[in-house]
């Protein structure tokens, strides 16, 4: 029955040859429709990857003008906001404000980098000395003595609308140089 | 390979060679490709014969973007909600991708009662389909299955109460009602295990029915074969038939390239809205089902007490008996509508039943103004709901930490000492405990405040090798540190 529609409609056009073309087109069609409807499966599924989902954000220390006459070391509590994908978790820890050596402020953290205790500012002592294995450091942050391989470590700090923020950060303990831990 | 091939197989020797050649060879493609476009449709392609196909075409879309949704959705009743807000309000296409399920589910009813209805009219379930039209019915009631329970997994407002309704509902069957909706809910009231039930019954069970029965529909219908238009002999076909490729596969394919702009369209312009989460306490919400599920809706309203028997298990067994019957009991070949009165006319009344009853719904809640008002508000407060931006959720850990501070003054100023002497170094946040020392939680059952006193200017000796430095503090901050220590649970 079909060989009589192809000898009636175009002897010189065999009839598998016209089906077949018409398959390619329709498979051409359909791979360029289902690439058209898979770019937003895509798009869905990579969205993770193309978009910081896990990111700390950087958190508020307080006005700058706070800190304007600052004489010692203060301790400041920060919430540190962490999001990862659909939930966030907020944390507390505390750092403080406290001068360089040329005088500029900075931000420390209060973790020590011996073993991680929390050291405390010591005020008669005008150092902060670790209560778990005694290690001390100059108000700026620098190591005095201990078992501390290092200075107190500081965290990257930066100033929006005159208030102090900082990016909390985890580093390695007993090693000589700081070194970030996510 | 291909020389081989003529002394195995009688048939003329395929046109393919090379690696298409050698996996047609082992596979048979070729052979079940021609097969299955080369199906004869007696009477030839017609547009009456969509349905079938635009049907599998929305499943497959629906099980893709289902699939896709879970990437991100976890079902629970604590953050089901959340993660679809996420995927509504963050997740790039994701407002597209769910909106492409949830519109999907409705075209699919809609498709599915254009497909029914054509086999109806048309007769096509006669003549040995008695059990391709089963199948049908079979998978009728689990997409009808899968759009309930994949209605509550968003857990807003109105996913919850519709649910609540709809399990509720089922109690009103007699004897085992009542065991059946506990069964559903997993306990008597709507919860997380709700969630998860429905979530097993959404993306497990059901599908693999549906799959299985979608497998043996077709199977069927290749058996069967295709019925052809409505004065063919539903037997023994005498019309002349035409492959189902190309015109049927052009025809078919049209269909599906209007649900891809329709949906698409729909779901770009009209994106899905997510109210806010499911309030079991809320007493003023009004649930109201989906479209499809409306007559049903209406119908049950009408049957309370002892009479609820009949409207709510006794008319819709035998409507459904009588529906799964009707192969068995519509026998003859005539199948030109206009010569089957009594199965056109109570075609015409199932279906103006439905539709009045759906109508009259619609009527009844929009003339009581109390019900219009509320549902007004309900609307306005779902768009609102939706415009607003995503809130992560806040860890449980968060809220642990959270409400510590909330505790007593004392407790409070006891958190700072207990951070600022370092005990939270070994004893971690919140007394949770780490691998360097135990937890503090709980530790007021086992102490009361004098001895943890005496045991913190004197540790035991194991406390000592343990690494627990005598506590040497002024009376005000140990008595804070007690009382934070005691505080933690």
Known sequence: MLERDNTIANPSVPLQNRRSFLGVLLGVGSVFVGALLSVPLVRFALFPLLRRTTEVKNSPVGELSGFASLTEPVMRTIQIEQVDGWRKAVSEKAVYVTKDSKGQLQVLTSICPHLGCTVPWNKERNQFVCPCHGATFSPDGTRVSGPSLRGMDTLETSIENGQLRVRFQYFRQLVSDKEVIG | ?489
């Open chain 2, 1 to 489: 390979m291909h020389s081989t091939h003529g002394n195995e197989s009688p048939a003329p020797a395929p046109s393919h060679e090379g690696l298409w050649g050698w996996i047609n060879h082992r596979t048979g493609l070729d052979d079940l490709l021609r097969n299955t476009l080369d199906e004869p449709i007696p009477g030839g392609a017609r547009f009456a014969y969509i349905f079938g196909s635009g049907l599998l075409f929305i499943f497959i879309s629906q099980v893709i973007t289902g699939v896709f949704l879970a990437l991100y959705y976890v079902p629970s009743a604590d953050h089901a909600h959340t993660t679809v807000a996420y995927i509504t309000k963050a997740v790039t296409a994701g407002s597209f991708l769910r909106s492409l399920h949830a519109y999907g589910a409705s075209a699919m009813v809609v498709v599915l009662l254009l497909h029914l209805s054509q086999t109806y009219f048309f007769g096509s379930y006669k003549g040995r389909r008695e059990l391709l039209w089963l199948s049908g019915c079979a998978l009728f009631g689990l997409v009808l299955a899968m759009a309930f329970t994949g209605y509550l997994l968003p857990w807003d407002q109105r996913a919850y109460f519709a649910t609540a309704v709809g399990t509720n509902a089922v109690s009103e069957v007699p004897w085992i009602g009542e065991s059946i909706k506990r069964l559903m809910r997993g306990g008597t009231e709507m919860g997380t295990l709700t969630i998860s039930r429905f979530f097993v019954a959404h993306v497990f069970l059901i599908p693999a029915c549906i799959f299985a029965l979608v497998a043996s529909h077709i199977f069927l219908f290749r058996k069967a074969g295709a019925a052809g238009p409505i004065d063919e002999d539903p037997h023994h076909p005498k019309q002349r038939p035409e492959p189902f490729y190309p015109r049927q596969v052009l025809m078919d394919l049209s269909l599906t390239a209007l649900l891809i702009i329709g949906l698409g369209s729909l779901c770009f312009l009209v994106p899905v809205q997510l109210g806010p989460p499911a309030n079991p306490a809320d007493a003023q919400y009004i649930p109201r089902p989906e479209w499809y599920y409306l007559p049903i809706f209406q119908w049950l309203k009408y049957w309370h007490g002892s009479a609820a028997i009949v409207g709510v298990l006794v008319i819709p067994t035998v409507l459904a008996l009588a529906v799964l019957a009707l192969p068995f009991l519509d026998r003859g070949v005539e199948r030109r509508p206009w010569k089957r009165p009594a199965a056109m006319g109570a075609y015409a009344f199932v279906v103006f039943s439905l539709v009045g009853l759906g109508l009259r719904s619609q009527y009844v809640d929009r003339h009581d103004s109390g019900v219009a008002q509320q549902l007004a508000k309900q609307r306005a407060e779902e768009e609102a709901y939706s415009r607003k931006p995503f809130l992560p959720e806040l860890s449980a850990a968060s809220l642990a930490a959270a409400n510590v501070t909330l505790a007593d003054p004392l407790a409070a100023k006891g958190k700072t000492v207990f951070e600022g002497q370092s005990c939270n170094a070994c004893h971690g946040d919140g007394g949770v405990g780490t691998a360097a020392a135990p937890p503090l939680v709980g530790i007021a059952k086992k102490f009361s405040p004098e001895q943890l006193a005496d045991l913190f200017r004197h540790p035991t000796a194991k406390m000592n090798a343990g690494g627990m430095p005598p506590v040497d503090l002024p009376p005000d901050d140990l008595n804070a540190l007690i009382a934070y220590v005691e505080s933690l649970k």
